[in-house]
């Protein structure tokens, strides 16, 4: 492990070195900064002009740190650990971004720690196409200057929620510490494709195999399912002052042998330790929600967003049901949350904020549960590759069955979290 450890940083510093000589500007095509300006972005930018003049290496990353002060309590059938105050442990990104030809770019991301593996591994990367100029120059021009193409092994565009959320030490777009209740976020392989207009419509549909592990080994006769993707939307600045996106997503497999959309986040949640039981290893998932849907599931999610001058509402509405593989009948699951931030000051370095969330389920056990979080956000950009932020939850576990560990149980306190990246 050390060695491969060793060789990661070694590659790690020689690509450094080919970025810092391969890249002139630090920006590529049709991409998404990972500083401020990445703030409220959602699907990478759709732009027809070309600076592309030969391969162009971007080798960025990011890195998170957050100092907890959480208190935590239940009914006392269980016992819970003792959490105390102090620094959780550092997470850190590395990402690669290539432009490879005109129109044809290349992501990859890799987790080098992470609360569930400290040691490094790959998060995915994808081919982003939005030219064919490779098939031959001007082929499908019309069609291209509206269209882009994603391929590889990635994050799918369900919902809009995880253009904002905390993907590990990439925080800086997150005006908060914690990432939602029930937290949609998987890696799959698969393929994209979204169609925008100028008018600002825009629409997407995709298919993935539906694994988070891949692998062709088979237990019943089959290597898996497939996954379905679509999303709908209007995204569009109206005036200097007022910009209005509205989108909904579906998300559905008919079969699955594992289904991961709402426990895949490898990285572990921001809240450490919080609702475990004494003595029980780390749940690195521990104050999310997970279903427990493990064969088929079918997820909508719709999210407004509004921003006036530097005051922007984020909202979301879930609604998902499925099963595990010993049940027969389907459960539901509804998620609501709403958001409103206000930026301020020069370049709107400043922010303060709230957040409402909760969600309402059938556990497997057949009991209705309800969750809901409160927190209240703000946020300095020390510069735009620089964020300072500060949350205090408040999070309670409502009509959990007797003997629960989650019985009657809540937490709340405060975590501020410092973010570098670029």
């Not at 070694?10 to 920006?27: H, M, P």
């Not at 269209?147 to 994050?155: A, D, N, P």
């Not at 059938?362 to 620089?386: C, H, P, S, Y």
Request: charged letters at 20%; a negative charge.
């Amino acid at each position: 492990m050390r060695t491969i450890f060793k060789n990661t940083i070694l590659v790690g510093v020689l690509l450094t070195a080919l970025g810092i000589q391969a890249q002139s500007k630090r920006s590529l095509d049709n991409y998404r900064e990972p500083d401020q300006n990445g703030v409220n972005i959602f699907e990478t930018p759709k732009d027809t002009v070309s600076t592309f003049d030969g391969v162009k290496v971007r080798v960025g990353g990011s890195f998170a740190l957050q100092y907890q002060s959480i208190q935590h309590e239940n009914s006392g059938a269980l016992e819970l650990a003792e959490i105390g105050s102090n620094f959780n442990l550092a997470t850190a990104n590395w990402d690669l971004d290539v432009a490879l030809y005109d129109g044809v770019n290349m992501h990859l991301r890799t987790y080098l720690s992470t609360r569930h593996h400290t040691q490094p591994y790959v998060k995915g990367g994808y081919f982003q196409i939005d030219k064919l100029e490779f098939i031959k120059e001007g082929f499908l021009e019309d069609f291209m200057n509206h269209t882009t193409i994603k391929i590889g092994h990635m994050e799918t565009n369900y919902g809009d929620t995880h253009f904002r959320r905390t993907d590990n030490a990439q925080a800086i777009y997150n005006p908060f510490v914690g990432n939602l209740i029930m937290d949609a976020f998987t890696t799959e392989v698969g393929a994209e494709v979204y169609y925008r207009t100028d008018s600002g419509f825009l629409g997407m549909i995709g298919f993935t195999n539906g694994k988070l592990n891949q692998s062709v080994e088979t237990t019943d006769g089959t290597t898996g399912g497939a996954a379905f993707l679509a999303k709908l939307g209007y995204d569009k600045q109206l005036n200097n002052d007022l910009r209005f996106r509205l989108t909904g997503s579906l998300y559905n497999t008919g079969y699955a042998q594992t289904v991961y959309l709402y426990h895949a986040d490898r990285a572990g949640s921001r809240y450490y330790n919080v609702m475990q039981e004494v003595d029980a290893d780390d749940d690195f998932r521990s104050g999310r929600f997970y279903p427990e849907f493990s064969n088929q599931i079918t997820a909508v999610m719709i999210n407004p967003f509004v921003k006036y001058g530097g005051l922007e509402f984020f909202g979301t509405v879930e609604f998902a049901s499925g099963k595990s593989l010993t049940e027969t009948d389907r459960r539901n699951v509804d998620q609501y949350s709403g958001e409103v931030i206000y930026r301020f000051g020069e370049n709107e370095k400043v922010y303060i904020g709230g957040r409402y969330n909760t969600v309402n389920a059938e556990l497997n056990t057949g009991d209705d549960i309800n969750i809901d979080r409160f927190q209240l956000a703000a946020g300095w950009f020390m510069t735009k590759n620089v964020l300072l932020k500060a949350e205090y939850v408040n999070q309670n576990y409502n009509d959990y069955p007797t003997g629960d560990v989650l019985e009657d149980g809540k937490f709340n306190g405060l975590i501020a979290e410092a973010i570098i990246s670029f």
